[in-house]
């Protein structure tokens, strides 16, 4: 079955201190993997996607295929990271599979 | 730039109302979904459209329908509003998943 799971519902760090968002997945192909987030009062936003590679506001995200997660790391968390992180997996018809999400606040 | 478009930010019907949430989206997409969110469940799917006049149900489809009569408009209808439907819901939009979706504002729906 496909599956997204984000085992953490809360997580909070202190500003500057690493972060690290876990996602775990069950799909049988070759998967495609994102991370969406909502700020406060904001709409849901693509924050990255495996395919590209890429760094979005000090934030990656490395597939590993032999775990089978996707967690998103930054090195230094700021304030202004505090949000609700959604992990979601492609599954047919552009379908996504979500996790349930994790909150994360930043302390100062 | 907004791209798509929730016709309502809060709304507050009485339980048996016929409930409708309007979503537009102006990026010529093919695919359009309507979710609901709640705490500690995340997103569920309620329908989706990959073409107009098609709809597909999604996870939770039960007291629920859509309308998609033009591209750029999907409609959630609530047949008969029920205290348990209070939630928020989003539309969104896509023309190729790898390019990831575009949500709307969200429809903070509360039936009392």
């Known amino acids: 079955a496909q599956r997204v799971t984000q085992p953490e519902k809360l997580l909070s760090v202190f500003k500057g201190a690493p972060v690290e968002l876990k996602c775990n997945y069950s799909?049988?192909?070759?998967?495609?993997l994102f991370w969406y987030v909502q700020y406060s009062r904001q709409r849901l936003q693509l924050l990255l996607r495996h395919i590209s590679r890429e760094s979005i506001k000090g934030f990656t995200a490395d597939l590993n295929k032999g775990e089978t997660s996707f967690h998103l790391k930054k090195p230094f968390a700021q304030e202004e990271d505090s949000a609700m992180y959604y992990c979601a997996l492609e599954g047919s018809n552009y379908q996504l599979i979500w996790g349930a999400g994790t909150k994360l606040i930043i302390k100062p | 730039d907004v791209k798509v478009t929730q016709s309502s930010r809060y709304l507050v019907k009485r339980t048996g109302e016929k409930v409708f949430l309007e979503c537009v989206q102006d990026m010529d997409h093919e695919n359009m979904f309507w979710y609901r969110q709640d705490p500690g469940l995340g997103l569920r799917l309620i329908y989706f459209s990959y073409d107009v006049k098609m709809k597909e149900k999604g996870d939770i489809p039960e007291g629920y329908s859509v309308s998609r009569e033009k591209k750029e408009r999907f409609s959630l209808i609530l047949e008969s509003a029920s205290t348990n439907q209070t939630s928020m819901y989003l539309c969104a939009s896509t023309s190729s998943g790898v390019l990831g979706y575009t949500f709307g504002s969200g429809t903070r729906l509360t039936v009392v």
């Open positions: 799909y049988s192909g070759s998967p495609e």
